[in-house]
């Protein structure tokens, strides 16, 4: 009988490799002082002037070939290499032969610009005068089918044009290790690296010395006498090799991952050269996504989707910079930072060489800005399996367009993780830096093309869990005697499988028919549940809209917008006899409406105690949409003239809350809350905490974070007990002063509900935007009185949740309400060792009643390999995911800590997580480079960003940090990137772009060196849109797009409208692609100077 193999795997006869799981080996330590020096320097606009000095040479930043070195500079064994082959050639190694050195730089595109971030299905609307958005866009065809990354190849040696290679004694060591050169007599030593003029190579130091010098690793076979370095070496230096022995054993190497934005190079070395390509079968490595170019074709043979790994390189005992077993890595996959081009200096009476680090540690580095890593874009959907070989696939990032192919890991749009290798112990997460959490979004909007996810129906009997942990059956429980009994892959336990249930297994371990069973073979299923799963009938649709009819709201038009919000999107509620609706609205006392269809008109019923508030009517108040659609919109009609003589400036917003809320308490439902002036009257009334109209605080008051706390308990009070009640509170804030948003947002915060502010409050721009947001509120994907709960395997439980939800007990929360927006972080932290290779499991369960009142249970389950290599974290890293991590726990604490405290808090983090790569994995490299992990490079502009954010500043408004807060505590890992570092695209062209693929054109860098005088701009971060236009502007561009021919006819704040034109059509066009992406209509600001304070 054939050994069993892991559930999931494939059938026997079927072509599958595998390999060992891809592993970096570190190096010796840096300075981390450095790190803190150039993390500042990221955000400087004009650097001092270089200081002379000299330092090794970087690594050929992102794409970019080192230039020729000047004709008199000596060259020392290294062989000439050949032009490079098409960017579209497979990897590999073609026959040995000598090769020339290119001439001069490749030229090669590099990724510039933030990208679409792609989110379709969400709506995205004209104004209200065109019809509204309802459907995910279209998408372009897949590149040959899919989207596999070509795999790195060999990397070229570099050198002096013209070198020779001399072979080496048989044995000897290549110098470039960090060996030091046979010395001749008369000869000297060259200085060690990190001293001025010193060699540059990225192997390992020679055992004892403090700096090795910096090198790509040893050289390829055939090449024995020539470094592979980025600088040439000293002029002392002879052929051969000084005879070391090797640390290294005789098994292959990796090969370096292909330069930043550049396709990978097929190398001039043996198939059984050290770094030779690995083979095609090899695991894939932890993604590379935001430095590789995206949309590449197909490997032939069915390659992996991003590139084969580097193979494992074991390391020798003894090695100076070891730790958790690992030795020095040549090869390390990372990105520096080099100074901008002409910096003087010289090295062994060399000329200035571009590129090249010269500054000394003592003096502040000048950064090249086009040279800082930034976010790539993709043009067309890429193909991304979750599990390839049985072995997990890292997800790609969130700005790439993909389709997701469930295999049996969930997609990544449901659940992601910090880190796509778990670490085997908390030391080793510790000492990595970064957070082990994850980003569950259970309701997530799939792609169109992607398989719906699937139901299951167990019947009377329930699905099949684990009757130790309670987990859910799913691909990664393994079937034992015949199919009689499981072990769960969660706690352990062996249990008797169910008599209907069992299957007899086949020759690979798996029951036949695991592939016709979704729960066996997907990692996302929806089972139905049965009456033990519920504690009442389940409970119907039922909307209550709550209006704010004060004297300010009557005057600034809220009512009215909202009066027309409500009565527009009364035709996208659900239809049947399980929709109902009520309405209330409030100032001082509180008015509820009769809606029976036996009245002529609908009853106004006055509530005036605000202080012990009741409903009047037990009935009637709420009704089945159907009867009283008549009624509901003449009211409606109606309100705003109503009350357009009210000198009432007094709100009793927690005593309509109340009140709405014993209306609702028998069925639940979702309350809709239009608010535009402070809560002063009644349960709840606040008072004033901005004195005089302050913006903020003064930077002299030590306690400023206060105001960013409730003011009083009674509103979180109320609102936990609307959550036992299964009551979701929505909160539409449409004021034009302060409204103490820190303590009114408590409601929908811990409702599962969410806050929409419209500050100042237009009413000639922002009612199509409010139409826009209820209108999407109520139509999105979403589910009722909901229960979700985390499990994971032994070794590593769950610490806490965050995000919008009510947690009664520990292991479980309660939602109200959850929609396809919605995202809930839960870390994670270790409780025993987990063992190496083995794989870690975790499951979210989440129970919820459909709109149409089926009770149901989804099911979403991740399986990740576990791993005692520091460099495998690093390597496997989730840059989305960490930030998004990073970005709420800033969120959590700002309300509790001294916003310079909270800020450095997030600085610190990331320069902790780049210290622990430099120390522990890194190469020896000059203590003035910035070295930053493949994975993890854009962390610190996207560090810098959150810093310069609004939730940071020190000069933002009370309410509007506090809406930033509650924002980004439900914020899903797709928008928490465009949040603080927008997309800015050029309008002014846009007609000329018709030939691009997307809708949305590539992105511009956020540098003033990219705006001009003469052009029209929109930046745009997912809640707000911003149009720069410059002095200069063309006057027929702005007679094209707005209508007018001077910029300072245009109002501050507009609604965008479609001319007779091609650019303003095609502005249009991106404008409602970007709403459909973003799920937000977009207020559009003008400006007319600089736009944002990330531009450099």
Request: charged letters at 15%; one cysteine or more.
């Amino acid at each position: 009988m054939a050994a069993p193999v892991p559930p999931g795997a494939q059938r026997p006869n079927n072509p599958q490799n595998s390999g060992p799981p891809p592993n970096f080996v570190p190096g010796s330590q840096g300075n981390p002082n450095s790190l803190a020096a150039n993390m500042q320097n990221l955000n400087l606009n004009r650097p001092p002037p270089p200081m002379p000095g000299s330092g090794p040479r970087p690594s050929p930043p992102f794409g970019q070939s080192p230039p020729p070195f000047p004709q008199s500079a000596p060259s020392y064994g290294v062989q000439q290499q050949q032009p490079r082959p098409s960017p579209m050639a497979r990897p590999g190694p073609p026959p040995p032969a000598a090769m020339a050195r290119p001439g001069g730089p490749l030229q090669v595109s590099q990724p510039s610009g933030f990208p679409s971030n792609f989110q379709g299905g969400r709506p995205a609307a004209p104004p209200s005068n065109q019809p509204p958005f309802g459907s995910r866009p279209s998408t372009g065809p897949l590149i040959g089918g899919g989207s596999s990354f070509p795999q790195p190849g060999g990397f070229p040696a570099s050198g002096p044009p013209g070198s020779v290679a001399a072979p080496p004694p048989t044995g000897a060591r290549p110098f470039g290790f960090g060996s030091p050169p046979p010395m001749a007599p008369g000869m000297s030593m060259p200085p060690p690296s990190g001293v001025p003029g010193g060699p540059l190579n990225n192997g390992p130091p020679p055992s004892g010395m403090p700096g090795g010098p910096l090198s790509n690793g040893p050289p390829p076979s055939g090449m024995p006498g020539g470094p592979l370095s980025n600088g040439p070496p000293p002029p002392m230096m002879g052929p051969g090799a000084f005879p070391r022995g090797s640390q290294f054993p005789s098994g292959p190497m990796m090969a370096p991952p292909p330069l930043y934005g550049q396709p990978p190079i097929a190398g001039p070395f043996s198939g059984n050269s050290p770094l030779s390509s690995p083979p095609a079968h090899s695991l894939p490595p932890p993604t590379t996504f935001p430095g590789a170019p995206y949309g590449r074709p197909p490997m032939p043979g069915g390659g992996f989707p991003y590139g084969a790994p580097p193979q494992q390189i074991p390391s020798a005992p003894g090695t100076p910079g070891s730790m958790y077993g690992m030795g020095p890595m040549p090869n390390q996959s990372m990105t520096s930072i080099p100074s901008a081009p002409g910096i003087p200096g010289s090295m062994y009476g060399m000329g200035p060489m571009p590129n090249q680090s010269m500054t000394s540690v003592s003096s502040p580095s000048k950064i090249d800005i086009n040279q800082i890593p930034r976010p790539g874009s993709s043009s067309s959907p890429i193909v991304y399996e979750t599990r390839v070989q049985n072995q997990a696939n890292p997800p790609p990032p969130t700005t790439v367009h993909y389709i997701t192919r469930d295999t049996g890991n969930c997609s990544p749009r449901y659940m992601r993780c910090t880190i796509n290798q778990i670490p085997c112990t908390v030391d080793l997460l510790s000492t990595s830096g970064m957070q082990l959490a994850l980003i569950v979004q259970p309701m997530a909007l799939s792609h169109p093309s992607e398989e719906p996810i699937q139901v299951v129906d167990f019947g009377e009997s329930g699905p099949v869990r684990c009757s130790r942990c309670k987990g859910y059956m799913n691909p990664f429980m393994k079937f034992i005697d015949q199919g009689r009994k499981f072990i769960c892959n969660l706690c352990g336990y062996t249990d008797e499988t169910p008599r209907d249930y069992q299957c007899n297994l086949g020759p690979d371990g798996r029951r036949r028919d695991a592939d016709d069973r979704p729960e066996l073979c997907r990692g996302t299923v929806d089972f139905v549940a049965t009456k033990e799963y519920m504690v009442r009938d389940p409970m119907p649709a039922v909307y209550f809209f709550l209006i704010d009819v004060s004297m300010n709201a009557i005057q600034t038009g809220a009512t009215a917008a909202a009066c027309g919000a409500i009565q527009q999107v009364l035709s996208d509620l659900p239809e049947g006899p399980r929709t109902f609706v009520g309405i209330a609205t409030f100032d001082s006392t509180i008015h509820f409406y009769n809606l029976k269809r036996a009245l002529q008109q609908p009853l106004m019923l006055i509530v005036p105690d605000v202080q012990d508030v009741y409903t009047p009517l037990e009935t009637d108040v709420i009704v089945q949409l159907s009867e009283c659609r008549q009624h509901l919109e003449i009211l409606l009609e109606s309100i705003p003239t109503m009350f357009q003589e009210s000198k009432s400036p007094e709100s009793a917003f927690g005593a309509a809350v109340k009140a709405a809320f014993l209306a609702m308490k028998s069925t639940g439902g979702k309350l809709m809350v239009f608010q535009s002036v402070l809560p002063s009257v009644g349960i709840g009334a606040l008072s004033s905490r901005e004195a005089d109209g302050r913006a903020n605080a003064s930077a002299g008051e030590k306690e400023a974070h206060k105001l960013l706390q409730p003011a009083e308990k009674t509103l979180k009070t109320m609102a936990i007990e609307f959550a036992e009640y299964q009551v979701c509170v929505d909160l539409f804030i449409t004021t034009q002063g302060y409204v103490d948003m820190a303590s009114i947002s408590d409601i929908p915060r811990t409702t599962g509900g969410q806050v929409y502010c419209y500050y100042p409050f237009s009413a000639l721009s922002d009612p199509p935007k409010l139409y826009n947001d209820l209108r999407w509120n109520i139509t999105r994907p979403q589910g009722f009185e909901a229960v979700m709960r985390v499990r994971s395997s032994q070794g590593i439980q769950v610490q806490d949740y965050s995000g919008n939800f009510c947690k009664r007990i520990p292991t479980d929360i309660d939602l109200p309400a959850i929609d396809c927006d919605k995202a809930v972080m839960v870390t994670l932290k270790h409780d025993d060792k987990l063992q190496d290779g083995a794989e870690c499991g975790f499951q979210c369960a989440l129970l919820y009643t459909t709109i149409s009142g089926e009770r149901r249970i989804r099911v979403l389950n991740l399986s990740l390999p576990c791993t005692n290599m520091l460099s495998n974290l690093f390597r496997s890293a989730d840059l989305d995911s960490q930030f998004a991590c990073m970005l709420k726990q800033a969120a959590n604490d700002i309300p509790s800590k001294a916003l310079p405290l909270v800020k450095e808090q997030a600085t610190n983090s990331c320069i902790t997580i780049l210290h622990s790569y430099r120390k522990f994995c890194a190469t020896v490299t000059s203590t003035g480079q910035l070295i930053l992990p493949e994975a993890l490079k854009l962390l610190p502009l996207y560090t810098l960003a959150l810093t310069k954010g609004v939730g940071l500043r020190a000069d933002g408004r009370i309410d509007d940090r506090s809406f930033w807060i509650n924002h980004v505590s439900s914020l899903s890992t797709p928008l928490a990137i465009p949040l603080v570092y927008p997309r800015m695209i050029a309008v002014h062209d846009l007609d000329a772009k018709d030939n691009e693929e997307n809708v949305v054109p590539s992105p511009i860098p956020l540098q003033s060196e990219h705006l001009s005088d003469e052009g029209v701009f929109f930046l745009e971060n997912g809640e707000d849109g911003l149009v720069y236009i410059g002095e200069s502007v063309n006057s027929d561009i702005l007679q094209k797009i707005f209508d007018v021919w001077s910029a300072a006819e245009i109002p501050s704040q507009y609604v965008l409208q479609q001319y007779d034109n091609p650019l303003s059509k095609k502005f249009n066009e991106v404008v409602n692609e970007i709403r459909g992406q973003r799920s937000s209509y977009l207020r559009y600001l003008k400006s007319l100077t600089i736009l944002f304070i990330l531009l450099e």
